[in-house]
T-cell receptor
C-alpha cells in the first residue's frame, strides 16, 4: 500500500513563529487532506487539497502531486494551533485513506 | 461540521465482555469508516462500509465485526473485549469514497478502556 511520511515528528514554537509541515507519499494520489487534532482529541478538517495551493486565514497548504508531497504552512502561530497535524491520502484508486503518523506541534505563549 | 455522532463517548468494560460502539450520521453519506488511534500508531483502519450491508476489512480488523443495516448507522462490535483493544475509536464518513474527490469527516471519538 501507499506509504505516507510526515516531518518533522515534533515541533516546538514560540507564539508568533512560522512553521512548515511536510507530507510525503509514495504513490500518485488524486486527493489529500490535512487534519488538526486538537488537545481535546477532535479531528478537524483543515484542507482538502489534491493539487495546487489553498489558504484559510493563517494556514495555507500546497500539494505538488507530480512530486508526491504536500506542505502545510502555519504563520504567526498561536497557542490554539497546538496539537497533532495529520495528512491522509487514498491508496491509488481505492476508497481507503491512509494516514501519516502526524506532526506534534506545541506552541508556547 | 458534518453531522456525526458517536456513542458512547466513554466506556469502561471488563475483559471478555461484548461491546458495541455506534456511529450515527445525518449526512446521507455512502461511505463510513471505523478507525482506532493508539500512541505511536496513528490512525489505523478497522473496517469500512460502502453501502447498506456492504462492508470490508481494514488493516486491523481481527477481533472486530461491523454491521450497517441503515445508511445512517454503522456499528462496531468487539465480541470479546481484550486489553489490547483499549483505544480511542473514531468513526468517519465520506460522500462517495475518498478516492473520488470526497473529503473525510470525523466524529468526536469513543474512548474505550478494557480492564
Amino acid at each position: 500500500g501507499i506509504q505516507v511520511e510526515q516531518s518533522p515528528p515534533d515541533l516546538i514554537l514560540q507564539e508568533g513563529a512560522n512553521s512548515t509541515l511536510r507530507c510525503n507519499f509514495s504513490d500518485s494520489v488524486n486527493n489529500l487532506q490535512w487534519f488538526h487534532q486538537n488537545p481535546w482529541g477532535q479531528l478537524i478538517n483543515l484542507f482538502y487539497i489534491p493539487s495546487g495551493t489553498k489558504q484559510n486565514g493563517r494556514l495555507s497548504a500546497t500539494t505538488v502531486a507530480t512530486e508526491r508531497y504536500s506542505l502545510l504552512y502555519i504563520s504567526s502561530s498561536q497557542t490554539t494551533d497546538s496539537g497533532v497535524y495529520f495528512c491522509a491520502v487514498p491508496s491509488g484508486g481505492s476508497y481507503i485513506p491512509t494516514f501519516g503518523r502526524g506532526t506534534s506541534l506545541i506552541v508556547h505563549p | 461540521d458534518a453531522g456525526i455522532t458517536q456513542s458512547p463517548r466513554h466506556k469502561v468494560t471488563e475483559t471478555g465482555t461484548p461491546v458495541t460502539l455506534r456511529c450515527h450520521q445525518t449526512e446521507n453519506h455512502r461511505y463510513m469508516y471505523w478507525y482506532r488511534q493508539d500512541p505511536g500508531h496513528g490512525l489505523r483502519l478497522i473496517h469500512y462500509s460502502y453501502g447498506v450491508k456492504d462492508t470490508d476489512k481494514g488493516e486491523v480488523s481481527d477481533g472486530y465485526s461491523v454491521s450497517r443495516s441503515k445508511t445512517e448507522d454503522f456499528l462496531l462490535t468487539l465480541e470479546s473485549a481484550t486489553s489490547s483493544q483499549t483505544s480511542v475509536y473514531f468513526c468517519a464518513i465520506s460522500e462517495t469514497g475518498v478516492g473520488v474527490n470526497s473529503p473525510l469527516h470525523f466524529g468526536n471519538g469513543t474512548r474505550l478502556t478494557v480492564t
